[in-house]
């Protein structure tokens, strides 16, 4: 089975790890705030301190944070994921609300060798709980 990481434990990240778990992917999690992982660990997910410690343990990577300066901040800087990213890993971005954001990271993937997809989310908090939201995607096919 597929190792995936979830960068962001909040409304996105936990349904969507959540129901990567409960379909028997291996999933790992990271949140600057702990807390927010729990309920997430106690259902069976593994913890990184860092997004580089999670970015060496899996295959693909989800990032479900708030803002573009969210994800440069666990992607790029210190212990940031994408320095770690193994060649041939997939990174599935659920952030993006910058419309030049996409385009940089997809050259700083493509330079490291890792794949990179643009997947913004739609359907509101009820469907992506239930598994039903809308994913728009965006990148090399």
Excluded: N
């Amino acid at each position: 089975m597929v190792a995936v990481g979830v960068i962001g434990c909040g409304t996105v990240g936990s349904a969507v790890a959540g129901a990567l778990i409960e379909r028997g992917y291996d999933v790992t999690v990271h949140d600057k705030l702990r807390a927010s992982a729990e309920p997430l660990l106690g259902l069976g997910a593994g913890w990184a301190d860092t997004p580089a410690a999670l970015a060496r343990r899996i295959e693909v990577l989800l990032t479900a944070l708030p803002a573009p300066q969210h994800v440069r901040a666990a992607m790029e800087e210190a212990d940031g994921a994408l320095e770690a990213l193994p060649e041939g890993a997939l990174w599935i971005d659920h952030t993006s609300t910058d419309p030049d954001e996409p385009r940089r990271l997809a050259a700083a993937t493509l330079a490291r060798g890792v794949r990179y997809v643009e997947a913004p989310i739609t359907g509101g908090v009820t469907l992506l709980r239930a598994g039903q939201m809308t994913v728009f995607l965006g990148g090399d096919p």
